[in-house]
């Protein structure tokens, strides 16, 4: 018969509570011995718990977000009929809990203790000396692979600086350097495999005073290495009975990666894995910038529709230089302030739409002036229904006009490239200033509701997104954005295409300007504004034959009825 046993968290060493990140089994899945049940994560590390043995999971007895400690219920366990003969100790032994460390240093001193140095050459007291760097007991691990190098020959490093990264299939973790110092020589490349006792570098033992912080020694002058730290190519020699590398690189190098760490849970790390992803190239949706599988199976999404070829497919895949990490405080008083949360993700969003869509700007002007004396002449009216009349209900009523006119403005392209998606409804997405960043509403049915109406929706969504009370689902399903900056002032700009959607309007302060009529001039009220659009769903004609109607339809909203 069947036992049902209470899976209980084990003893994860020196962490109290450890807050639930990830749940990866549902009541009713069915598990083997050494599955990952739930991810933890403290300020130091990532960790999976496993399974105690096979069986069917019950009751789950925590939640995401809890924070857990030692000998606290999981879940509950219907174990397989095989093993509920053991014994209920057997029953709750618990195996070892894999980790992936998320500090360098505070995670080397938990985990791994210091690399054991031996002395290479003996000096008189007070003058440097050569310490080998050995690899130290790693536990139960043999044959551990090299992914990163975070050193090389010359620099300097501290006591406790992480030296290079290992990966198991168990664990990922960083080696630190027992002494101060400055890299001589480094034993190893990416790729190879090392065990406890290895050498991995020599050190030159310095005292911290002796030389600058950053500053490195003259690589030329060093002794020679017994190996780079170029990575090795597929074609270079390697020791007898090793196996060359079947990993292969979704986009750049790991060498072309930027410096950091990769935010993620060993189970993340291994599905990366398999599917040779480089995680130091996949941004993190998850809390804290962690990379969830979403990410990576999206990475790998993204790149096979964009076409990217692998390292090893030949040519390699083009990757943008990283911007150097300068120490402003050389030059006078600095202060940090973490970016906000709405500017990190619409930076990081931002930043993909400017990268992946080919931005055409087009520039052009509208006559407002009939437009604006009929809005002020309707404020009682909308005061009668309670709303707040300003220019942008017209300005969102003749756009659906024109995407009515030339509907590839309201269209998306396919994963693939190949499609263009038409869309048979019209959400225009209003973008908010507020004190956190900017964020983009969607009005939705613009096509379908009146001035007044549209007016209202916008006061509502324009309140809550001030207020940090917009749900995802305000600011999904846009058909194409609104950006004005003509409340604070400007003549023109460009702004960045909201992907996957195909043109943004950017609309700049109006101004009174002399106009030619035929005969004379006179004082007319200009309003300049900008479509910035996908130029591989929009050509140039396209684009100014699009905003000639929009300026036509601003400048005499009759058209509106036609």
Same mark, same amino acid.
């Given at each position: 018969?069947?036992?049902?046993?209470?899976?209980?968290?084990?003893?994860?060493?020196?962490?109290?509570?450890?807050?639930?990140?990830?749940?990866?089994?549902?009541?009713?899945?069915?598990?083997?011995?050494?599955?990952?049940?739930?991810?933890?994560?403290?300020?130091?590390?990532?960790?999976?718990?496993?399974?105690?043995?096979?069986?069917? /999971?019950? *009751? !789950?007895? +925590? =939640?995401? @977000? %809890?924070?857990?400690?030692?000998?606290?219920?999981? #879940?509950? $366990?219907?174990? &397989?009929?095989?093993?509920?003969?053991?014994?209920?100790?057997?029953?709750?032994?618990?195996?070892?809990?894999?980790?992936?460390?998320?500090?360098?240093?505070?995670?080397?001193?938990?985990?791994?203790?210091?690399?054991?140095?031996?002395?290479?050459?003996?000096?008189?007291?007070?003058?440097?000396?050569?310490?080998?760097?050995?690899?130290?007991?790693?536990?139960?691990?043999?044959?551990?692979? /090299?992914? *990163? !190098?975070? +050193? =090389?020959? @010359? %620099?300097?490093?501290?006591?406790?600086?992480?030296? #290079?990264? $290992?990966?198991? &299939?168990?664990?990922?973790?960083?080696?630190?350097?027992?002494?101060?110092?400055?890299?001589?020589?480094?034993?190893?490349?990416?790729?190879?495999?090392?065990?406890?006792?290895?050498?991995?570098?020599?050190?030159?033992?310095?005292?911290?005073?002796?030389?600058?912080?950053?500053?490195?020694?003259?690589?030329?002058?060093?002794?020679?290495?017994?190996?780079?730290?170029?990575?090795?190519?597929?074609?270079?020699?390697?020791?007898?009975?090793?196996?060359?590398?079947?990993?292969?690189?979704?986009?750049?190098?790991?060498?072309?990666?930027?410096?950091?760490?990769?935010?993620?849970?060993?189970?993340?790390?291994?599905?990366?894995?398999?599917?040779?992803?480089?995680?130091?190239?996949?941004?993190?949706?998850?809390?804290?910038?962690?990379?969830?599988?979403?990410?990576?199976?999206?990475?790998?999404?993204?790149?096979?529709?964009?076409?990217?070829?692998?390292?090893?497919?030949?040519?390699?895949?083009?990757?943008?230089?990283?911007?150097?990490?300068?120490?402003?405080?050389?030059?006078?008083?600095?202060?940090?302030?973490?970016?906000?949360?709405?500017?990190?993700?619409?930076?990081?969003?931002?930043?993909?739409?400017?990268?992946?869509?080919?931005?055409?700007?087009?520039?052009?002007?509208?006559?407002?002036?009939?437009?604006?004396?009929?809005?002020?002449?309707?404020?009682?009216?909308?005061?009668?229904?309670?709303?707040?009349?300003?220019?942008?209900?017209?300005?969102?009523?003749?756009?659906?006009?024109?995407?009515?006119?030339?509907?590839?403005?309201?269209?998306?392209?396919?994963?693939?490239?190949?499609?263009?998606?038409?869309?048979?409804?019209?959400?225009?997405?209003?973008?908010?200033?507020?004190?956190?960043?900017?964020?983009?509403?969607?009005?939705?049915?613009?096509?379908?509701?009146?001035?007044?109406?549209?007016?209202?929706?916008?006061?509502?969504?324009?309140?809550?997104?001030?207020?940090?009370?917009?749900?995802?689902?305000?600011?999904?399903?846009?058909?194409?954005?609104?950006?004005?900056?003509?409340?604070?002032?400007?003549?023109?700009?460009?702004?960045?295409?909201?992907?996957?959607?195909?043109?943004?309007?950017?609309?700049?302060?109006?101004?009174?300007?002399?106009?030619?009529?035929?005969?004379?001039?006179?004082?007319?009220?200009?309003?300049?504004?900008?479509?910035?659009?996908?130029?591989?769903?929009?050509?140039?004609?396209?684009?100014?034959?699009?905003?000639?109607?929009?300026?036509?339809?601003?400048?005499?909203?009759?058209?509106?009825?036609?």
């Amino acid at each position: 018969m069947a036992q049902m046993i209470e899976v209980l968290l084990p003893d994860i060493g020196d962490f109290h509570d450890v807050e639930v990140i990830e749940i990866l089994v549902q009541p009713g899945d069915r598990v083997e011995a050494e599955s990952p049940l739930i991810t933890l994560e403290s300020d130091k590390a990532s960790m999976e718990i496993p399974s105690p043995q096979a069986g069917v /999971v019950g *009751e !789950l007895k +925590v =939640a995401l @977000g %809890d924070k857990i400690n030692r000998d606290d219920p999981i #879940l509950t $366990l219907t174990a &397989d009929q095989a093993a509920s003969g053991a014994t209920e100790t057997e029953a709750e032994a618990q195996p070892q809990v894999e980790a992936t460390t998320e500090s360098a240093d505070e995670a080397a001193e938990e985990q791994i203790p210091s690399a054991p140095a031996e002395s290479a050459a003996q000096s008189p007291a007070g003058e440097p000396q050569l310490e080998q760097v050995l690899l130290p007991d790693i536990g139960d691990f043999k044959d551990v692979e /090299v992914i *990163e !190098l975070l +050193v =090389a020959v @010359g %620099d300097r490093v501290e006591p406790e600086q992480s030296l #290079l990264t $290992l990966e198991s &299939d168990k664990a990922s973790m960083e080696i630190p350097a027992p002494v101060a110092g400055r890299i001589v020589s480094l034993a190893v490349n990416i790729g190879d495999r090392v065990n406890e006792g290895d050498l991995l570098a020599t050190v030159e033992t310095i005292e911290p005073s002796q030389v600058p912080a950053g500053q490195s020694i003259d690589t030329a002058s060093a002794p020679v290495a017994s190996s780079s730290i170029s990575e090795p190519s597929d074609d270079a020699p390697r020791p007898p009975g090793e196996k060359a590398q079947s990993r292969r690189p979704v986009m750049a190098r790991p060498s072309d990666a930027p410096r950091g760490k990769a935010h993620a849970s060993p189970g993340v790390r291994r599905f990366a894995r398999e599917l040779g992803v480089d995680l130091y190239q996949v941004p993190g949706s998850g809390p804290k910038g962690r990379i969830t599988k979403d990410d990576v199976q999206n990475f790998v999404k993204r790149a096979l529709a964009e076409g990217v070829p692998s390292v090893a497919g030949g040519g390699g895949a083009l990757a943008l230089p990283t911007m150097p990490e300068v120490d402003f405080a050389k030059f006078g008083e600095i202060e940090e302030k973490e970016l906000g949360r709405i500017k990190k993700l619409s930076g990081a969003h931002l930043h993909r739409a400017w990268l992946n869509v080919p931005h055409v700007s087009q520039f052009d002007e509208a006559d407002i002036t009939e437009l604006e004396a009929f809005r002020k002449s309707q404020k009682d009216e909308a005061a009668k229904a309670d709303v707040k009349l300003t220019f942008m209900p017209f300005l969102m009523k003749a756009l659906c006009k024109a995407m009515a006119a030339y509907p590839q403005f309201n269209s998306s392209l396919s994963a693939d490239g190949e499609k263009l998606i038409f869309k048979k409804y019209m959400h225009i997405g209003v973008a908010v200033d507020t004190p956190n960043g900017l964020v983009v509403p969607v009005v939705r049915d613009v096509d379908r509701k009146g001035i007044f109406e549209i007016a209202g929706d916008l006061g509502e969504l324009s309140a809550k997104a001030r207020a940090g009370r917009l749900s995802p689902g305000d600011m999904q399903g846009g058909c194409i954005s609104i950006s004005s900056l003509g409340g604070i002032g400007g003549t023109q700009f460009t702004p960045i295409v909201n992907a996957p959607e195909v043109a943004i309007l950017g609309i700049s302060r109006a101004e009174m300007k002399p106009k030619w009529d035929g005969e004379q001039f006179s004082p007319r009220l200009m309003m300049p504004f900008s479509l910035s659009y996908d130029h591989r769903v929009i050509d140039g004609a396209e684009g100014v034959r699009f905003t000639v109607y929009l300026a036509q339809l601003l400048g005499d909203i009759r058209r509106l009825l036609l």
